[in-house]
């Protein structure tokens, strides 16, 4: 029986890649492949995450992938070690390659014999070649084409763009998701898992959330369980466009320390496929911690980049103990001689830290007891999923003096509308409320993505708006998730 591929596609009609793999050391046939309705997903090449493995040293990581579009097929070639062959033709590097019945695609020691491209309106077999356009605009449509079990309560969903375009983003950075569940505009923005340098899809990778112990009647999470229990292949879904700088891209250190618990692992895996990809020559000690051997989200592609590169040091822990457990790992959780152990020269690297409050505040505790030097030390907390607010959440702010108006009324110019206030609501609830379009991610004002121009008026923040840089203060910008009006303010929105 051939291996079937089956993704999901915007399109109408149907269409079907059959493959046969030869091995040319051996000149046996190695396995039949049909891939079915697919939209840039079928990835080819060594990595178990691939859709299509190859087990081959001459081929990449992650070689190239076959696209459907408009029920006509082609392949392309992604930054491979070695170079791939084309009906004996040298493929040039990510430019689409229009297939045919009967062509063949020479990579490392497999040859894929295109059997036939079968379409349910036509007899028609000629290729097509794919747009390159990349995502430009500020909020689109993806369409689920994927869905990845990685542990009992954490699953990765696959996006292509619809209409198809290439993603383009720093690996690290987060993206805002825009949902309706239960009649009512849900965001949230959750860190990309995917990576960069396989462009033509989007992961996410989210962990169920159940109501906490210590408040066993408080509701549980709500997107990440609408996701589990909701999203599935064939569902289309609006995103908005990747912020932040949580990333490695562009940080001229080459000694990288990663330092994850649970689903804080988002953004390192992001990075560590982008540096395993793009072959760079930076050295990275890669530290997880988990609570069980059930729990270790990415451990077989993890370890088998870790094999693969001597540049790349994996570490994993389990904080729980396993009874009859053979697990030869680390246990318990990150201190002070285990960091020794994991990376004796852990000063002279630049640290990126993901996970719970709890983990990320003990690890900056302790780094800081040991003299590391804190300007090389980076936090992101998006890996959870961060809501958006439309209450309020936390105690509101001072209050202003006595002279300072009792009530305020904000303007929004852009959409005409005015909201009386008594203050204690943000800005961006008030927008919120009002239907108003706003930019929003982490609600706290670590981010900077909700930044807004203000006209005229006074604001006070809840918080540090450190994200705002002092040219941002001078334009007039404020960050209005944490920002609210003394008196009449007027914004840009």
Known sequence: MPQTITQSSSQTNSSTLA??????????????????????????GRNPSCDIVIDDPLVSNVHGLFLQKENKWSYIDLLPTNSSYLNNTEIPVNQSQALKKHDS?????????????????????????????????????????????????????????????????????????????????????????????????????????????????????????????????????????????FTCVGNPARKLLFLSAGSGITPMMSMSRWAYDTATDLDIAFFHSARSSRDLIFQKELAWMSA??????????????????????????????????????????????????????????????????????????????????????????????????????????????????????????????ENIRLKSACGKGNCGVCKLKKITGKVKYQGSANRLSASDREAGFILPCIAYPIGQVEVEA
Not at 204 to 209: D, G, L, N, S
């Open 19 to 44: 493959i046969k793999i030869i091995n040319l050391e051996t000149n046996t046939k190695q396995k039949n492949i049909l891939i079915t309705n697919t939209i840039g997903t079928c990835l080819v």
């Open 105 to 245: 695609i020479h990579i490392g020691d497999s040859w894929l014999l295109v059997e036939s491209i079968k379409q349910s309106d036509t007899n028609s077999e000629q290729g097509h070649s794919h747009s390159d356009d990349r995502w430009r605009q500020d909020r689109i449509t993806v369409r689920c084409v994927g869905v990845i079990e990685e542990t009992p309560d954490v699953k990765t969903w696959r996006f292509a763009a619809n209409p198809p375009m290439q993603f383009d983003y720093k690996p690290g950075q987060f993206m805002t998701l825009h949902l309706n569940i239960d009649g009512r505009p849900v965001d949230r923005s959750y860190t990309i898992s995917s990576t960069p340098s396989r462009p033509h899809t989007l992961e996410i990778t989210v962990k169920r959330v159940p109501a906490p112990v210590e408040a066993s009647d408080a509701p549980p999470g709500l997107v990440s369980n609408w996701l589990h229990d909701n999203l599935q292949v064939g569902d289309e879904i609006e995103i908005s466009n990747p912020m932040g700088d």
């Open 308 to 433: 693969q590169n001597p540049n790349f040091q994996l570490h994993l822990s389990l904080t729980q103990a396993e009874i009859g457990s053979n697990w030869a790992g680390l246990t318990g959780r990150l201190n002070a001689e285990m960091l020794a152990k994991i990376a004796p020269d852990f000063r002279e690297r630049t640290v990126y830290v993901c996970g719970s409050e709890g983990f990320m505040q003990g690890v900056e505790t302790l780094l800081a007891s040991l003299d590391f030097p804190m300007a090389n030390f980076y936090l992101e907390s998006f890996g959870d999923g961060t809501p958006v607010p439309t209450a309020l959440s936390s105690t509101p702010p001072d209050l202003p003096d006595a002279d300072t108006p009792a009530s305020s009324l904000v303007l929004f110019s852009k959409s005409g509308k005015e909201v009386n206030t008594d203050g204690q609501e943000s800005i961006l609830q008030l927008g919120k409320q």
